[in-house]
């Protein structure tokens, strides 16, 4: 059986190489995250899944993992799949982060549901980057105002208008969609999909590049997918 609806999070990025948070920084990929991309068209093309209309979060990592998915296929860039504002930790580097904040919160902050991160301060070295980037993209979409942070339901709660609004309606059209975009938007949108409750969403992972695939119904309820297992096992 073939998905309807596949989620893939960006290859690696420099960021993801370095160990630092990124969120509303425009990082680029890697050659690694290139070949990443490469390996996951190959895995999606094998399962026969075409999709129809392509959704992308507007930063680079995400455009150009969409473009080695499918070359020369028109995206939609959509500002509500953005990762997570990481506020204060936004370029941090997470071991040196670990080591300040300590186990549990670190766990808290990065697989919780409702915990955030310090809010950011005009001192953070990225901030410029930060703010040239939500200027470009998000500025006047679903916020006019530079957040503090985010936490994972903040994220969800600008992820929701889309999959009410824009994904529900294609999946009920019978339209096959393709959504590339970051580790915590697609965590929220899966928790929308399955309806996970917040307690369990920390068990919830993308690695980067490792496509899932959903076959959801006409009343939009998922009856198969590949969350946890790798896609080629379940959709060959």
């Known amino acids: 059986m073939q998905p309807n609806l596949v989620i893939i999070r960006h290859g690696q990025s420099k960021f993801n190489l370095e160990d630092r948070f990124a969120g509303w920084i425009d990082t680029d990929l890697t050659e690694e995250g290139e070949r990443q991309a490469k390996a996951a068209a190959e895995t999606i093309t094998k399962s026969g899944f075409n999709p129809d209309v392509i959704f992308t979060s507007p930063f680079t990592r995400a455009k150009r993992t969409a473009q080695f998915l499918f070359p020369g296929r028109e995206l939609k860039e959509d500002a509500r799949l953005v990762e997570r504002f990481y506020g204060g930790l936004s370029g941090k580097n997470k071991e ?79 339209k096959k969609v393709l959504i590339v975009a970051h580790g915590n938007s ?51």
Do not use: C
């Open 96 to 174: 040196d982060t670990l080591k300040e904040i300590g186990d549990d919160m670190f766990l808290k902050i990065r697989r919780g549901y409702d915990t955030a991160p310090p809010p950011i301060t005009k001192d953070n070295r990225e901030h410029a980057s930060i703010m040239e980037a939500f200027n470009k993209w998000i500025k006047g979409t679903f916020t006019h105002e530079l957040p503090e942070t985010e936490s994972l339901q903040h994220v969800e709660a600008r992820v929701k208008p889309f999959y009410e609004t824009v994904l529900k309606p294609l999946l009920r059209e019978g």
């Open 186 to 236: 697609l965590r929220a949108l899966i928790k929308l999909l399955k309806d996970i409750p917040p307690e369990a969403i920390a068990h919830v992972e993308l690695e980067t590049a490792q496509p899932a695939g959903f076959v959801v119904d006409k009343n939009v309820k998922v009856t198969l997918d590949s969350v946890g297992k790798p896609f080629a096992e379940v959709f060959s």
